[in-house]
């Protein structure tokens, strides 16, 4: 098959979703290719969160399609994509009465892994994601923050999913250790060639995860590219309004 016959992992067909009076996305048609990086950006409340819930199923479009490799997706499936799907949402998720190596062992355990293989998936996972040993035998609370992600991160990527979606999976972090976190998840989407959705409002963050860039706003996709696209070819005032208000560092006083 031609490379451009490939239907893509996740794609949204004219996809409308409206929690009450909220109108959540409108009218939204995006495609993701097989292993790509892609970067969903925007204030909050533009439908990021939306787009990524709608491809894991856990919710349903209004109107619309969403496509899995080429098919639209049905309720009999759903069981199968979140198998093959990691998700990592902001500060983690983890159960809190769980340690980090209980809540890695949900869903192995589910599919009947036994201990030694689980353990050994884990110590993989750790060393991928430079967790330090003895934190897998804590309980959240024990954990710092850029632990907690590490493991989400790990619980995300237990199975080896084809692809992984992260919702502001370091927005509850500090500064210090979000940019040793951008770093880390950088290397790891380049080592591991899987299709990734990562969602942001932070444009810097966005551009180093991501050559392509979705820019959205109230429910629609306002701009498609790249960042040199979004900065020297704003689609709209609104993007314009977007850059600008991604603050640098003030320059030095003399």
Sequence with gaps: MAADTVPPAFALHEVSKRYGAVQALEQVDLAFHRGST?????????????VLRLLLGLDRPDQGVVSIDGNALQPSQLLALRLRTGYVIQDGGLFPHLTGLENLTLQPRQLGWDKHRIVERAAELAELTHLPADALGRYPAELSGGQRQRIALMRGLMLDPDALLLDEPLGALDP??????????KRIFDRLGKTVLIVTHDLAEAAWFAERLILMNEGRVIQDGQLNDLRQH???????????????LPAVRA
């Excluded at 210090?176 to 998840?185: M, T």
């Excluded at 704003?234 to 640098?248: E, K």
């Design 176 to 185: 210090i250790v979000r940019h040793e976190l951008q770093d880390e998840l």
């Design 38 to 50: 892609t970067a969903l950006i925007g204030s909050s409340g533009s439908g990021k969160s939306t």
């Design 234 to 248: 704003p689609a709209s005032d609104f993007v314009r309004q977007f850059i600008a208000a991604q603050r640098s």
